[in-house]
């Protein structure tokens, strides 16, 4: 009968004498195993980079689309700036203008009831003095634009 390995390597333990009935598939001897780590070590290391340098590509592209994620959101944060801009410079005017408004229809109360304009309450609780605010605040709103 005829003997042959599969892999080849320098043997290191025969296990059967000669002429010795053995099973078949019983392992006859042990080949020397440092090679064949060696190379396995090899290979596993040179997948264990590959590896890593598929994970930082990926981190790579990870921070790529974090970075373009933050630069639209900072687009998006601009326009929503140059939109609301307008909007708040009219509400400041429509501001100043209620607070002139009510100032001047309440210096006018108290001076016809014959309060000190210096010395008057910063509200009126007349009625046609608040009317008149009232009147006043909406057609400023009206001029001003300003949404109820």
Known sequence: MTI????SGYVTEVLVGNNQTVA?????????TRQYKA???QAKATLDA???????????EQVKAQAEVSRVSLRHAED???RYRPLARRARRGVECA??????AC?????RSGDDAATAPRHSRGGAAA??????LIQCARDHRIEA
């Open 50 to 60: 590959r590896v890593a340098d598929l994970k930082q590509q990926a981190n790579k």
């Open 80 to 82: 929503e700036v140059q």
């Open 99 to 104: 607070r002139a408004v009510a100032g001047v």
């Open 131 to 136: 009317r008149s605010v009232t009147n006043n």
């Open 39 to 41: 190379s396995h070590d």
């Open 24 to 32: 078949a598939g019983a392992p006859l001897a042990w080949l020397n």
């Open 107 to 111: 210096v006018a109360c108290h001076q």
């Open 4 to 7: 042959a390995p599969k892999v």
